[in-house]
């Protein structure tokens, strides 16, 4: 090891090996899919709702990604059908996540599908889970002396609300809320639909 | 698909068997000309068996520090960059961990300074993250290594102004990534997060580093490139591509992007942060002691084990997720084969240091770096423990891989840091440290915190992934479990912060007013060495 060149190319050529079977070869296999039958694309108020999503880093606590039934009992929680690759084809960046400090949310919009119910969640989540350490996201919402025509008044508890006037959603909450409850696959996926299936050979779990 | 998978799993597999055959075959046959004499690189004529210690109660008679003296000419040329360098880092370092612990108190009290979107925990644990990996990590690890590349190269530093210049621009990208991720501009990735336009500021300030490097590694006084070097070399080819290829916007997206996402950001961990502080300790650990490592060749294997496996292992963040089994299941085959270069770095390093306990007693920095060196090889077989199916079901998604991740970029890579920051800034300013039981305090703040914070969030994780698994208890349960690990998280992250900030101070007061480090008895003083 006393040459400096033949040190960088094969050093180069074993992450070029790499990049080739942990990034060239998936996105061959994944990238010709069409989107799961019955997904359909964002809508452009989805899409600003996404943004927001992904600016407030909700993806540190919340994954996208529910698991099989020999893994996990992710779908008996609610969370949907284990997630194939075709599940993401309009998701740009990608929220897969790695966390699950609160549930998965790729079936958020099937499994609570009340406007109201996420404005009230997304303001305070503590006045609906008292063990939530979610934060309150107040930001999203403005406190006015009383709703003008067209608000979206948020619905809360006394002890919640405001000594004065009313709490009523931003265009971002409004936003928000329309691209948590897009969030469906709950569409079935084909047979042959492309994920880990490395633990098929095992039981449900129960 | 099942041909695919096949083929691809072999394929991979094949070639990883047959490089590693071909490298046992290649040092058996002495054709990588690794002997153990080419150990002695690191040390002076004559200077081998001497202990470069703080407090020589074991070799009270020796000239310590002659050697270090003679190199002060080496060590002049780089010590703009090094400062420079280490002062940003130090600086990160400080601002990251007050996000780090308000991210962590947000975990237990989410009604704390929820009042502005920029304090918000999904923002905060995010400026966290990018300050201590590209500002504290980066720009320390970098100074490691332009400190010690002219030390195994014996020659100075080449456009020694370049790294100046590169950090300078690299302070600008790493504030404004900050800045842009608390305000709500971020490219949204995990470890990607600085938006692509500020990436391009960090890769130029990244040609500002290599290049000096390069060149001096070109142009070295001595034949054969130290392991050290092997390491800094590599990174410096990888990082660079890595941190390219993953950042250009608009190509990816979807479940394809995961992985993309995942090969960059496992690599940072294994062809960046972890290149930078093994080989850290490979220089300062035998440097210190005065003795060679144990099996010179062995440390083939371990670099070239190494890149090998490491650089397949980062889909193992998708296992049971929406992407094919045979990538999943490659990553899981390298993290376990990962055992192989560990153990091979743990040999050279650890028997080494079990050989010679005194100096850890005599010496602070090599306490630092002795106990981030044992880090690695328990973070890495944590790590390949970690990426087999059964246990990953109950481990991801929870904060055991939180805690998991701070052994690796904190207890190994972070504590490594702190102890060559310790060895090499006296050396480099001529200039000791004002108060040296400050240096023990910060070295018992942040074991005895990062214990705690480990510790808590291991035992925190597992009982958050058991109830998870369990489909007869509610979500709740598995938030519930975990509040006062949390709680004992935060308790172990403030006393971490704790010594950060007397690392800080301490630094100031070095610079500000250090007394002058003394060269130990015996000491004659010589013209700094040319070349």
Same mark, same amino acid.
């Given at each position: 090891m006393n040459?400096i060149?033949?040190?960088?190319?094969?050093?180069?050529?074993?992450?070029?090996?790499?990049t080739?079977?942990?990034v060239?070869?998936?996105a061959?296999?994944?990238?010709?899919?069409?989107g799961t039958p019955?997904?359909?694309?964002?809508?452009?108020?989805?899409?600003r709702?996404?943004?927001?999503?992904?600016e407030?880093?909700?993806?540190?606590?919340?994954s996208q990604q529910?698991?099989g039934?020999?893994q996990?009992?992710?779908?008996?929680?609610?969370?949907?059908r284990?997630?194939?690759?075709?599940?993401?084809?309009?998701?740009?960046?990608?929220?897969?996540?790695?966390?699950?400090t609160?549930?998965d949310?790729?079936?958020?919009?099937?499994r609570?599908?009340?406007r109201?119910?996420?404005?009230?969640?997304?303001?305070q989540p503590?006045?609906?889970?008292?063990?939530s350490i979610?934060?309150?996201y107040?930001?999203?919402?403005?406190?006015?002396?009383?709703?003008?025509?067209?608000?979206?008044?948020?619905?809360l508890?006394k002890?919640?609300?405001?000594?004065q006037?009313?709490?009523?959603?931003t265009?971002d909450?409004e936003?928000?809320?329309?691209?948590?409850?897009?969030l469906?696959?709950?569409m079935?996926?084909?047979?042959?639909?492309v994920r880990?299936y490395?633990?098929?050979?095992?039981?449900?779990?129960e | 698909?099942?041909l695919?998978?096949?083929?691809?799993?072999?394929?991979s597999?094949?070639?990883?068997?047959?490089?590693l055959?071909?490298l046992?075959?290649?040092?058996?046959?002495?054709?990588?000309?690794?002997e153990?004499e080419?150990?002695?690189t690191?040390?002076? %004529?004559?200077?081998?068996?001497?202990?470069?210690?703080?407090?020589?109660?074991?070799?009270?008679?020796i000239?310590?520090?002659?050697?270090?003296v003679r190199?002060a000419?080496?060590?002049?040329?780089?010590?703009?960059?090094?400062?420079?360098?280490v002062?940003?880092?130090?600086?990160?370092l400080?601002?990251?961990s007050?996000f780090?612990?308000?991210?962590?108190l947000?975990?237990h009290?989410?009604d704390?300074l929820?009042?502005?979107?920029?304090f918000?925990?999904?923002?905060?644990?995010?400026?966290?993250?990018n300050?201590?990996?590209?500002?504290?990590?980066?720009?320390?690890?970098?100074a490691?290594?332009m400190?010690?590349?002219?030390?195994?190269?014996?020659t100075?530093?080449?456009?020694?102004?370049?790294?100046v210049?590169?950090?300078i621009?690299?302070n600008?990208?790493?504030a404004?990534?900050?800045?842009?991720?608390?305000?709500?501009?971020t490219?949204?990735?995990?470890w990607? %997060?600085?938006?692509?336009?500020?990436?391009i500021?960090?890769?130029?300030?990244?040609?500002?580093?290599?290049?000096?490097l390069?060149?001096t590694?070109?142009?070295?006084?001595?034949?054969?490139?130290y392991?050290?070097g092997w390491?800094?070399?590599?990174?410096?080819?990888?990082?660079?591509?890595?941190?390219?290829?993953?950042?250009?916007?608009y190509?990816h997206?979807g479940?394809q992007?995961?992985?993309?996402?995942?090969?960059?950001?496992h690599n940072?961990?294994?062809?960046?942060l972890?290149?930078l502080?093994?080989?850290?300790?490979?220089?300062?650990?035998p440097k210190?002691?005065?003795?060679?490592?144990?099996?010179?060749?062995?440390s083939?294997?371990g670099?070239?084990g190494l890149?090998?496996?490491?650089?397949?292992?980062?889909?193992?963040?998708l296992?049971?997720?929406p992407?094919p089994t045979?990538?999943v299941?490659?990553?899981?085959?390298h993290?376990?084969m990962?055992?192989?270069?560990?153990i091979?770095?743990a040999i050279?390093q650890?028997?080494?240091?079990?050989r010679?306990l005194?100096?850890?007693?005599?010496?602070?920095?090599?306490r630092?770096i002795a106990?981030?060196?044992?880090m690695?090889?328990?973070?890495?077989?944590?790590g390949?423990i970690?990426?087999?199916?059964?246990?990953?079901?109950?481990?991801?998604?929870?904060?055991y891989?939180?805690?998991?991740?701070?052994?690796?970029a904190?207890g190994?890579?972070?504590?490594?840091?702190?102890?060559?920051?310790?060895?090499?800034?006296?050396?480099?300013t001529?200039?000791?440290?004002?108060?040296?039981?400050?240096?023990?305090?910060?070295?018992?703040?942040?074991?005895?915190?990062?214990?705690?914070?480990?510790?808590?969030?291991?035992?925190?994780g597992l009982?958050?992934?058991?109830?998870?698994?369990?489909?007869?208890?509610?979500?709740?349960?598995?938030?519930?479990?975990?509040?006062?690990y949390? %709680?004992?998280?935060?308790v172990g992250?403030?006393l971490?912060t704790?010594?950060h900030?007397l690392?800080?101070?301490?630094?100031l007061?070095?610079l500000a007013?250090?007394?002058?480090?003394?060269?130990?008895?015996?000491?004659?003083?010589?013209?700094a060495? %040319?070349s």
């Amino acid at each position: 090891m006393n040459r400096i060149v033949p040190l960088a190319a094969v050093a180069l050529g074993i992450l070029a090996f790499a990049t080739v079977l942990l990034v060239i070869a998936p996105a061959a296999q994944i990238r010709p899919l069409e989107g799961t039958p019955g997904l359909q694309p964002y809508t452009q108020q989805e899409l600003r709702g996404r943004e927001v999503y992904v600016e407030q880093g909700c993806v540190y606590c919340h994954s996208q990604q529910p698991r099989g039934p020999e893994q996990a009992p992710d779908a008996q929680r609610g969370w949907g059908r284990a997630a194939v690759a075709s599940d993401y084809v309009y998701d740009r960046p990608h929220q897969l996540g790695t966390m699950r400090t609160g549930p998965d949310l790729l079936n958020v919009g099937a499994r609570l599908p009340s406007r109201d119910w996420h404005l009230t969640h997304l303001y305070q989540p503590r006045a609906i889970f008292d063990w939530s350490i979610m934060p309150a996201y107040p930001y999203l919402f403005e406190v006015k002396p009383e709703a003008e025509p067209g608000d979206v008044v948020v619905a809360l508890p006394k002890d919640d609300a405001p000594d004065q006037g009313v709490v009523v959603a931003t265009q971002d909450a409004e936003d928000l809320v329309a691209y948590l409850l897009a969030l469906d696959r709950t569409m079935p996926a084909g047979e042959d639909s492309v994920r880990d299936y490395g633990y098929e050979s095992r039981e449900p779990r129960e | 698909m099942p041909l695919t998978v096949g083929l691809l799993l072999a394929l991979s597999f094949a070639v990883s068997l047959l490089a590693l055959a071909g490298l046992i075959w290649a040092i058996s046959n002495h054709q990588l000309k690794v002997e153990q004499e080419d150990a002695y690189t690191i040390f002076a %004529e004559g200077e081998a068996g001497t202990p470069d210690v703080d407090t020589p109660k074991h070799a009270p008679e020796i000239d310590r520090n002659q050697y270090d003296v003679r190199r002060a000419g080496l060590d002049v040329v780089s010590r703009p960059a090094v400062l420079l360098l280490v002062g940003s880092g130090v600086f990160w370092l400080v601002i990251g961990s007050a996000f780090g612990l308000l991210a962590s108190l947000k975990l237990h009290l989410p009604d704390l300074l929820t009042e502005q979107a920029f304090f918000t925990f999904g923002r905060a644990r995010t400026v966290h993250l990018n300050l201590v990996a590209y500002g504290w990590l980066s720009m320390t690890g970098i100074a490691v290594a332009m400190w010690v590349a002219p030390r195994i190269f014996h020659t100075p530093l080449r456009f020694a102004r370049l790294p100046v210049v590169g950090a300078i621009l690299w302070n600008i990208g790493v504030a404004s990534g900050a800045v842009a991720i608390a305000n709500g501009w971020t490219d949204g990735e995990e470890w990607l %997060e600085i938006p692509w336009q500020i990436d391009i500021l960090l890769a130029v300030a990244g040609a500002f580093f290599v290049v000096p490097l390069l060149a001096t590694a070109a142009r070295r006084d001595v034949d054969h490139i130290y392991v050290t070097g092997w390491y800094y070399l590599a990174a410096l080819c990888w990082f660079p591509i890595l941190f390219a290829i993953a950042n250009i916007p608009y190509i990816h997206s979807g479940a394809q992007e995961a992985t993309v996402n995942w090969w960059f950001a496992h690599n940072v961990l294994g062809l960046w942060l972890t290149p930078l502080g093994v080989g850290a300790a490979y220089y300062f650990i035998p440097k210190i002691i005065g003795k060679p490592i144990y099996s010179y060749s062995l440390s083939l294997l371990g670099f070239w084990g190494l890149a090998l496996f490491y650089s397949q292992v980062g889909m193992h963040h998708l296992i049971g997720g929406p992407v094919p089994t045979w990538v999943v299941t490659l990553s899981i085959v390298h993290s376990v084969m990962m055992f192989i270069p560990v153990i091979a770095v743990a040999i050279n390093q650890h028997v080494l240091v079990a050989r010679n306990l005194w100096a850890v007693k005599e010496s602070l920095p090599l306490r630092f770096i002795a106990f981030g060196a044992l880090m690695y090889t328990l973070a890495s077989f944590q790590g390949s423990i970690e990426a087999l199916r059964s246990v990953n079901s109950v481990t991801h998604f929870t904060h055991y891989t939180v805690g998991h991740a701070h052994l690796g970029a904190y207890g190994f890579v972070s504590l490594i840091m702190f102890g060559a920051i310790y060895y090499m800034l006296p050396r480099t300013t001529g200039r000791a440290w004002p108060w040296p039981r400050a240096i023990a305090w910060h070295f018992w703040l942040v074991v005895v915190g990062f214990t705690i914070y480990f510790v808590s969030l291991t035992a925190g994780g597992l009982l958050q992934g058991f109830a998870m698994l369990d489909a007869t208890r509610p979500f709740a349960d598995s938030v519930r479990v975990t509040l006062v690990y949390l %709680e004992w998280r935060s308790v172990g992250g403030a006393l971490m912060t704790a010594g950060h900030l007397l690392l800080g101070i301490h630094v100031l007061a070095l610079l500000a007013r250090g007394p002058a480090w003394v060269p130990q008895t015996g000491y004659h003083p010589e013209p700094a060495v %040319e070349s």
